[in-house]
C-alpha cells in the first residue's frame, strides 16, 4: 500500500493552550483510518489544519509526496482533499442533482446543461444504490440522503483523501450500513478515507488503522485488530476502565411511591395512547429508533406539545399541561435533544445558562442577587466537573460534553422531581458519557425520578430500572432493565410486541 | 429506474408549489374580473396590456429585488434610487442642457455603484442589509432634495420620442393587418421589462452566478464551505439591483415625463410585494422570475378591478393588496412547515 497523506509534526496553538503538539498522522491510498480521542483531544483541530481552516504554527503536510499547505477549504478541495461534516453542510432548497455540481456545473453553449447534470447525478446515486429522484430539493430527504448526497459531490470531486466527520450520528442503522457499504466501494477504488465516530462498534466495523489523540498529543497508530475495545477506551481516556464502566443501577424499593403517571396519552400528530408510570427514584429508559416518537412522547409530558387524549398525573394531581412553564413549575424537567438548538444558549455565561430554570420557577419579580448567582453556578462546575476557568465563560465556547453538563447542572438546580433526558449523551466522548450516566444515576439515588432517552442500546440497558420500547410511534414493550439483552431489544424493535 | 422524465413527475416537483399557487390565484382573479365587468371590457386585449404599461417600472425593478430575496436580503433603496434616476435626467436636460442619455449614464455610474458598495457592505463589514438600504435609502433621498424640492418637468425630443413610441398590436383580417379594436399597444417600458424578465430567468437559471444565488440563499455557511464566492455573488446581486433600480427610474420618468424628490415613496414596499406574491421567499433560496412576472400583474390586476367598479374607493386597492400579501405568507408557512415535517 502507498502512502498518500502524511502529516508530520503538526503543532498548533492557541492562545494559551497547545491544541496540537508535534502530531503525526498517516493515511494510506485505500484505506480507512479512524480518528479518535476525546472531546477536546484535538481530532477536529487536526481536520481543520488539514481542510485549510486552521493554521499550523509548525508541521508539514504532504500529499502524495508533494508539500502542501492549504488556506481555505476551497484550496483543501482543489488539492483532492473533501470533508463531509456531522451536519450536512448542503444548501436544502437546491436539488440533489445541483447540491452535487453546484459551482462545477457543466456547461454547454455557455450555459448550465441541466441535463448532463441530472443524468450524471442519477448515475451517482446508484452508484451507492440510491434511486431517488436527484431532481427534488434535498430538504425532501432524509438526513441519510443528504449525507450521501454529500459523499456523492466529494467523490465525483474526485477527492484523493475523503473526511467523514461523524457522518453516522444521526443515521439509523440501515442507513448507516449504507454509508459503510459506500465507504468500502470507495476505498476499493483507491480513495482514502479519514473516519471520526463517538461509536466504537462502527470503528471496529469499517476501518483498517486508527489514530488516537488525546489532550493534543499523539497516543499511537494501531491497526484494527490490534488493540481490544477495552484497550482502546483505555488509551483514549487514560484512565482505568474500572471506574467508567462500574455504574451502579438506581435502587427502586418496590413499594416506592408512584410520582408521574401518565394514561393513554396523545398528541395532535400520530402518537396515540401511550401509558407509563414511574417511580421515586427510579430511571426509566426510552428505547426505539430514531423517529419511533420517543421525543414526541417526552414532549407532551413537558407540555411541549398539546395533549389531546388522555391525562397525566403527578403525584396524585391531574396535570394541566399546556406549555412548558406549567412543566417547570410542576417540578418536571427537560433537557432536549439538540442542545445546540434547544437548551444551550450559547452567548450567555455558564453562570446565566444554569439559573435560568431556578430564575424561571421563582418568578422574574424575585431576581437572585449576583452572589447567589455565582455560588449556585460554582456549586455545580465542581459538582459536575465541567472544565472551565470560571463561571463567566460563554456557555458557546465549551465543548459539547460540557455543554451537556451545564444544561445538566440547570436543571438540577431547579431540583425536579421528574427528569427527562432526550438523548443527553449524543455526540459526546466515551468518557464524558460516562459521567453523565453517572450523574443521573446519583440523580435517582437523590430520589428524582428520570426518563432517559437514548439511541444507544448499550447504555440504556446499563442504567435503566425499566425500559419502555417505541415503534411506529406506538409503546410497544415495557421490560426489566435488569435482565435484558441487546438482542432482546433488538428483536421487540424489528418485530413489535414482545 | 426512477422515472423522472414522467411528465406527472416533473409538475408534481414540489420546487414549483410556490409559482403554482401564484398563477393560479392570479387567473381566480382575472376569471373573477372576466366575469363581473366582461361588458365593460375587462377581458379586452386593451385591458391585458394596460397592467403591463401602468406597471412596468415596478417590474423592471422586481427583477432584481427578486435576485436580493433570494440571497436571503433585502433592498430598500430601490424607491429612492428610482427617484434620483428621475431627477437626474429632469435636472440634467431640463436645467443644465445635456442629453438625457448623459443622464441615463451617469444613473447607472451612481445606482450600480451604491449597489456594490452596499453589498461589499453587508458581506464584509457584516451589516444587516436592512440597515444598509435603509442608508442607501436615505442617502438617496436626500440627494434628490438637494438637486431640487419641486417637481422638474421633462421636455426633451429624445425622451418625448422614446416615451411616445409604441407598437401597435395587430390581426390579420381580410388579406391585411390591421390594429385590433379597441386599440391596444404596447410602448418601450413594457418591452423592457418583458427584456429584463427574460434576462433575469436566463441569470438565474442558466449560469453558476445565478445557482450560487439560490445557494447562499439556502445556506451561507454551507454555500462557502463549498466552495462558492459567497461575498462576490452577493456583491454583484446588489450591483444589478442598482442597475434594476434605474432602469425602473428611466421607465417612470417616461411614464410621468417629470422628475420629483418625492416621487415613488413606498416604491420599495410595492416592488418587494410583487416579488412576494410572485412566490419568493423572505427567508431566501426560493424564488424565481416567471412567479415575479405574474406577482407583478397579479399585484396589478386589483386596481383594475377597482377602476372598473367605479364605485369603489381605490384606497381598497390596499386593502386587497394586503390581504393577498398575509395569504402569500401563510401558503409559503405551509410549504416549509410541510417540507420540515417530512423527514
Not at chain 1, 460540557?402 to 445538566?408: A, G, H, P, R, Y
Request: hydrophobic share 45%; glycine share 10%; charged share 20%.
Amino acid at each position: 500500500m502507498s502512502e498518500l497523506l502524511s502529516m508530520k509534526g503538526i503543532t498548533i496553538e492557541f492562545p494559551g493552550v497547545k491544541a496540537l503538539d508535534n502530531v503525526d498522522f498517516s493515511l494510506n491510498a485505500g484505506e480507512i483510518h479512524s480518528l479518535l480521542g476525546e472531546n477536546g483531544a484535538g481530532k477536529s483541530t487536526l481536520i481543520k489544519c488539514l481542510t485549510g481552516v486552521n493554521h499550523m504554527d509548525e508541521g508539514k503536510i504532504y500529499l502524495e509526496g508533494k508539500e502542501i499547505r492549504p488556506s481555505s477549504p476551497m484550496e483543501a478541495i482543489e488539492t483532492g482533499i473533501s470533508t463531509v461534516f456531522q451536519e450536512v453542510n448542503l444548501c436544502p432548497n437546491l436539488s440533489v442533482a445541483e447540491n452535487i455540481f453546484v459551482g462545477r456545473q457543466p456547461m454547454k453553449h455557455r450555459q448550465i446543461n441541466w441535463r448532463e447534470i441530472n443524468r450524471r447525478a442519477e448515475e451517482l446515486m446508484s452508484r451507492f444504490h440510491l434511486d431517488i429522484d436527484v431532481t427534488r430539493p434535498l430538504s425532501y430527504y432524509s438526513t441519510a440522503i443528504q449525507q450521501m448526497t454529500s459523499i456523492a459531490r466529494a467523490v465525483d470531486i474526485q477527492a484523493k483523501v475523503l473526511i467523514l466527520d461523524e457522518p453516522t450520528s444521526s443515521l439509523d442503522e440501515n442507513e448507516v450500513q449504507l454509508l459503510f457499504n459506500v465507504m468500502r466501494e470507495l476505498k476499493d477504488n483507491g480513495m482514502g478515507i479519514i473516519f471520526i465516530t463517538h461509536f466504537l462498534d462502527q470503528i471496529y466495523a469499517v476501518s483498517d488503522r486508527m489514530t488516537i489523540l488525546r489532550n493534543g498529543h499523539l497516543v499511537g497508530t494501531y491497526g484494527i485488530k490490534e488493540l481490544s475495545k477495552v484497550e482502546l477506551v483505555t488509551k483514549m481516556v487514560g484512565k482505568d476502565m474500572d471506574v467508567i464502566f462500574n455504574l451502579k443501577r438506581a435502587d427502586v424499593k418496590p413499594d416506592s411511591r408512584i410520582t408521574l403517571q401518565a394514561n393513554h396519552i396523545g398528541d395532535s400528530s400520530h402518537i396515540k395512547d401511550i401509558s407509563l408510570t414511574l417511580k421515586e427514584g427510579e430511571l426509566l429508559g426510552f428505547a426505539g429508533l430514531l423517529g419511533s416518537g420517543r421525543t414526541e412522547t417526552a414532549e407532551m409530558l413537558f407540555g411541549a406539545s398539546r395533549i389531546v387524549q388522555g391525562e397525566i398525573i403527578l403525584d396524585g394531581t391531574k396535570l394541566n399541561l399546556t406549555k412548558p412553564f406549567d412543566a417547570i413549575k410542576a417540578k418536571i424537567a427537560f433537557c432536549p435533544e439538540d442542545r445546540k438548538r434547544d437548551g444551550i444558549i450559547g452567548d450567555l455565561s455558564i453562570r446565566e445558562n444554569i439559573m435560568l430554570a431556578v430564575q424561571s420557577r421563582k418568578g422574574f419579580m424575585k431576581p437572585m442577587t449576583r452572589q447567589e448567582q455565582t455560588d449556585l453556578a460554582n456549586k455545580y462546575i465542581t459538582l459536575l466537573g465541567i472544565a472551565t476557568p470560571d463561571c463567566e465563560k460563554k456557555a458557546g465556547e465549551l465543548s459539547g460534553g460540557n455543554q451537556q453538563k451545564v444544561i445538566l447542572a440547570r436543571w438540577m438546580a431547579a431540583e425536579p422531581e421528574v427528569l427527562i433526558l432526550d438523548e443527553p449523551t449524543r455526540g459526546i466522548d466515551i468518557g464524558a458519557k460516562a459521567e453523565i450516566q453517572r450523574l443521573m444515576l446519583e440523580m435517582c439515588g437523590s430520589g428524582v425520578s428520570v426518563i432517559f432517552i437514548s439511541s444507544e442500546l448499550d447504555e440504556i440497558i446499563r442504567c435503566s430500572n425499566r425500559i419502555v420500547i417505541m415503534r411506529d410511534r406506538e409503546k410497544v414493550a415495557e421490560i426489566d432493565g435488569s435482565s435484558c439483552t441487546q438482542q432482546d431489544i433488538l428483536k421487540i424493535i424489528a418485530e413489535g410486541a414482545a | 429506474m426512477h422515472n423522472r422524465q414522467s411528465l406527472l413527475n416533473r409538475i408534481t416537483n414540489p420546487k414549483y408549489i410556490m409559482v403554482y399557487a401564484t398563477i393560479g390565484i392570479f387567473l381566480i382573479v382575472y376569471a373573477f374580473g372576466a366575469f363581473m365587468y366582461s361588458d365593460k371590457g375587462f377581458l379586452t386585449i386593451r385591458t391585458f396590456a394596460n397592467l403591463f404599461i401602468d406597471n412596468a417600472y415596478y417590474g423592471i425593478s422586481a427583477v432584481g429585488m427578486t435576485m436580493v430575496l433570494i440571497t436571503g436580503g433585502i433592498d430598500l433603496s430601490v424607491g429612492a434610487v428610482a427617484s434620483l434616476t428621475g431627477m437626474f435626467i429632469a435636472y440634467g436636460t431640463t436645467v443644465l442642457g445635456l442629453h438625457p442619455m448623459t443622464c441615463i449614464l451617469a444613473s447607472l455610474v451612481m445606482g450600480v455603484g451604491l449597489g456594490l458598495l452596499m453589498g461589499w457592505v453587508i458581506h464584509y463589514l457584516n451589516v444587516p442589509p436592512f440597515i444598509t438600504t435603509l442608508t442607501g435609502m436615505f442617502f438617496a433621498r436626500g440627494v434628490c432634495s438637494l438637486i431640487s424640492r419641486e417637481s422638474i418637468d421633462i421636455h426633451h425630443p429624445f425622451i418625448d420620442a422614446l416615451a411616445g413610441w409604441k407598437i401597435y398590436l395587430m390581426k390579420y383580417a381580410n388579406g391585411q393587418w390591421v390594429r385590433i379594436r379597441p386599440i391596444a399597444f404596447i410602448n418601450f417600458n413594457v418591452i423592457l421589462f418583458v427584456i429584463m424578465i427574460i434576462i433575469g430567468t436566463f441569470i438565474l437559471q442558466r449560469t453558476r452566478f445565478g445557482r450560487n444565488i439560490y445557494a447562499i440563499g439556502g445556506n451561507e455557511q454551507s454555500a462557502s464551505l463549498m466552495g462558492l464566492p459567497a461575498g462576490r455573488t452577493k456583491i454583484l446581486v446588489y450591483g444589478f439591483n442598482g442597475l434594476c433600480s434605474v432602469l425602473a427610474g428611466v421607465s417612470y420618468a417616461l411614464y410621468v415625463k417629470s422628475g420629483w424628490n418625492l416621487s415613488l415613496q413606498g416604491g420599495e414596499l410595492e416592488v418587494i410585494t410583487c416579488a412576494v406574491i410572485g412566490g419568493t421567499l423572505l427567508t431566501g433560496g426560493v424564488g424565481s422570475m416567471i412567479g415575479t412576472l405574474f406577482g407583478v400583474l397579479l399585484k396589478s390586476v386589483i386596481p383594475a378591478l377597482i377602476t372598473f367598479n367605479g364605485n369603489l374607493l381605490s384606497w381598497w386597492g390596499k386593502i386587497a393588496t394586503g390581504l393577498l400579501l398575509l395569504l402569500f405568507i401563510c401558503i409559503q408557512r405551509f410549504v416549509v412547515t410541510s417540507a420540515g415535517k417530512r423527514k
